[in-house]
């Protein structure tokens, strides 16, 4: 998973313009260290996240959950198209640029809902894709980042019950409802289980739309109190000291 900062890039937000980070691909192990170190070079800037992922590791991505509750962070699905000047699109490896907020046609499956839960305010859009499932019982490899199916059937049972029991407890630590997990536990392998739009609100996995609270909109930024995620133009990067 990359983590990059977006800055609303249309010119009708400026001089100051909302900013958000773009939290998107496969959950790996890694991806809790990413998140923290970006977050330290923010400093006192708590910017909110827009999600879009197909899954990857559970822990991590409950991990992911707990870092962006503790920073008490809002998380919308969707995705970041960015302003890229370069026909080798360069800019997609930099860690900010100016680019655009959407809410439609993104994903966030299997492991992406347990990170969406960590967030305080949890908003999506009907024009999003969320479904979970059981999972798969499998070995990651940091070296070369591959996962490999663990093949004995009574120590997949296992390590499936396990994670099972785990995951309800971190949605009740999440304040969501572990109706969620019960539902994925009956889907496993690729047969996924779509979270439709209402039992995300009722089950607590979201908190309202984006279309309510859309804080990559370029007129976000006109309100009053100043949203925190709203910046100045410095280099194209919010940078305050805590």
Partial sequence: MTFQVIRNSDPACEPTCPAWIYAAGSIETSSPSA????????????????????????????????????NKLTIAIGTSPVVCKDKALVCRT?????????FEEANCLSACPLFLAGGVKRLNSDRNFIAVHKGQAVLYSNGDRTFTQIKSAKRVAKVL?????????????????VALEDEAFKHGGDDFYEVPIDRQRSWGLITGSVEELDFTDPHFCKRQPLPQNCVPKQNGLPRRKS
């Fill in 94 to 102: 930099m860690p900010e640029i100016d680019g655009q907020g959407r």
């Fill in 161 to 177: 019950a396990n994670a099972h029991l785990e995951k309800k407890q971190y949605l009740r630590e999440m304040g969501v409802a």
């Fill in 35 to 70: 998140l923290r170190k970006l977050l330290k070079s923010l400093g006192a800037v708590h910017l909110p996240i827009v999600l879009a992922s197909n899954g990857g590791d559970r822990q991590s991505a409950q991990e992911l959950g707990r870092i962006a509750r503790k």
